[in-house]
């Protein structure tokens, strides 16, 4: 029975082993997936392309850096008012001394794939903070 065993054991860890290795970097976000996706966050702007990218994150199993270039993708597909009216909140929130307020703002515009401005947001809220405890420490 020992002897029937170790060949089927040797033959179903090399199917195994094979499968890892044809799966690659599947589901893994390596250092060149992170640059061209970085890249097409702060400079791709048309839509078609941001969806084609996102389709080939999604085949290769990285399903939130799709869905955030799904969103940048819809940004620049807004109507004008409703760019308008989304600059007019950022430069509102902009305008805020309120650290708390400008973080809850900038979480939103993250959520709808606005990364740029809500970075800009969240730095701006830090600098809120810093002014704060400088104000109180002194």
């Not at 400079?43 to 389709?55: G, H, I, Q, Y």
């Not at 008012?81 to 509102?92: C, L, N, P, Q």
């Not at 709808?112 to 600098?127: F, H, K, M, N």
């Amino acid at each position: 029975m020992l002897p029937v065993l170790i060949p089927v054991v040797i033959v179903g860890l090399t199917c195994a082993a094979a499968y890892k290795v044809s799966q690659g970097n599947k589901g893994v976000m390596t250092p060149e997936r992170q640059v061209i996706y970085d890249t097409a966050l702060r400079t791709l702007k048309d839509p078609d392309k941001l969806r084609e990218l996102a389709c080939a994150y999604r085949k290769e199993g990285l399903p939130v850096q799709a869905e955030m270039l799904e969103k940048r993708a819809a940004l620049r597909e807004l109507p004008q008012e409703i760019k308008e009216a989304r600059r007019a909140a950022f430069k509102k929130a902009k305008e805020c001394t309120d650290p708390t307020k400008v973080e809850v703002v900038a979480s939103a515009f993250e959520h709808e794939g606005a990364t740029g401005a809500a970075q800009s947001l969240r730095d701006y809220a830090a600098g809120l903070k810093a002014a704060e405890t400088a104000t109180k420490a002194a």
